[in-house]
């Protein structure tokens, strides 16, 4: 598969592409005789629904869900789309679970669900948990996504994980390890900004923290999050009291004063006479999409390593590089969830690939990388069993 980026798409070549929908399923199994259909089917399969009866660890082995992932969206944040609802969302959760077939060859069914209530989301996930060996949430808005994932982790014994959070925070990880390497600095003294509370902001900060750093301050739509601001949700309460040591308050300008580390996943907009405000040659990784918060041609002006979320420009931070083998590994270790340490070896090992000869230009892995789904796939699994 060529990674070369085509300059226009043309609304034929992409609506013929979908017509139809994007995925299918077939038979493993022939079904040429009357002792195949025995088999597969009536009474053959009979004996096997027994034995998952008695022992329901078998289900893992004998039907699909050992490898197959339930990717569930209720189409409330789809890319950069918004709110767009659950049949619209369709289309990119069909993409997603092409992308766990072609990266990690997972079965992947995507399922759009036509409420935003955590409550019933909550419900028809636990009940149709059965068929699937692990839930991909994926593009369910803050802060609803935050509940929603942490109670069905409570409630279920298999791997779930809102791809928009952790995804995203692996890949930011493994490209800010590898952009410390480069510049001789270490990550445990980065003063780090983040721009944007939602999903992806507030996984990212936490998998930093848990990664080593120090100081990070984040910003949301009304400035630096600290204590003594008020209103705070439950979730911006939890960031004001692991982030910010230095108490910082205010807006963009007294974020980036002396920092040296900027990571945008907001729809801001980050000009020049704050970039001035940063430690010289900073790390700037802007990373909304199609429009950075910060435009390539000031970042690459100012910026000693420079990654965004196009795949039209160097170091793009795809979450490709993350979810397939994440899960691959998870459900390879049969483990019952996935945990920090799991997300942390996933991170370093896309770090390593791209370790092998770094450049400002190559702090991550392409998303076309076969390399990547099965060492993050190894890394996690070794990481799950050594947590039992």
């Keep these: 598969m060529s990674d070369h980026h085509p300059a226009t ?3 034929a070549e992409i609506f013929a592409a979908h017509e139809g929908g994007k995925i299918g399923t077939m038979s493993r199994r022939p079904l040429d ?8 089917y009536t009474p053959g399969v009979a004996r096997v629904c027994e034995a998952i009866r008695e022992d ?3 289900s893992h082995d004998y039907t699909w869900a050992g490898r197959n992932v339930a990717v569930i969206s209720d189409g409330s944040a ?3 789309l918004g709110d767009i609802g659950a049949r619209a969302a369709l289309p990119v959760m069909e993409g997603k679970a092409q992308l766990f077939g072609r990266f990690a060859g997972l079965n992947a069914v995507p399922i759009v669900l036509d409420t935003t209530d955590v409550d019933e989301l909550f419900a028809t996930i636990v009940a149709i948990a059965p068929s699937f060996g692990a839930i991909n949430l994926e593009d369910i808005s803050a802060p609803r996504c935050f509940e929603l994932e942490r109670r069905l982790i409570e409630a279920l014994d298999i791997p779930v994980m809102h791809d928009d959070q952790h995804g995203t925070a692996i890949v930011i990880t493994a490209a800010l390890r590898n952009a410390c390497t480069l510049l001789d600095r270490k990550l445990r003294d980065l003063k780090v900004v983040i721009s944007g509370a939602g999903a992806a902001g507030v996984a990212c900060a936490k998998m930093l923290i848990h990664a ?3 100081d990070i301050v984040m910003l949301d739509s009304r400035g630096i999050i600290h204590p003594d601001r008020t209103p705070l949700n439950s979730v911006k309460q939890e960031l004001a009291r692991i982030t910010n040591p230095r ?6 300008a007294e974020a980036l004063t002396g920092a040296d580390t900027f990571i945008g996943l907001s729809r801001g907009h980050v000009g020049e006479d704050a970039l001035k405000l940063m430690a010289p040659e900073p790390i700037l990784f802007s990373l909304a999409n199609p429009d950075p918060e910060i435009t390539p041609e000031l970042a690459y002006r100012y910026g000693a390593v420079v990654a965004t979320g196009r795949s039209d420009l160097p170091n793009q931070i795809n979450n490709v590089l993350a979810f397939p083998g994440i899960f691959q590994g998870a459900l390879a270790a049969r483990a019952t969830g996935i945990t920090p340490a799991m997300k942390l070896a996933a991170s370093r090992a896309i770090a390593d690939i791209a370790a092998e000869r770094l450049d400002p230009e190559y702090i991550v892995p392409s998303p076309l990388d076969a390399r990547v789904a099965p060492a993050v796939s190894t890394a996690v699994q070794a990481a799950a069993l050594a947590e039992g």
Excluded at 247 to 252: D, F, L, M, N
């Design 9 to 11: 798409l043309t609304d």
């Design 33 to 40: 005789s009357v002792h195949d259909l025995s088999i597969a």
């Design 56 to 58: 329901p660890e078998l």
């Design 78 to 80: 789809v890319l950069g």
């Design 212 to 214: 080593g750093i120090r």
């Design 247 to 252: 108490r910082v308050s205010g807006g963009v």
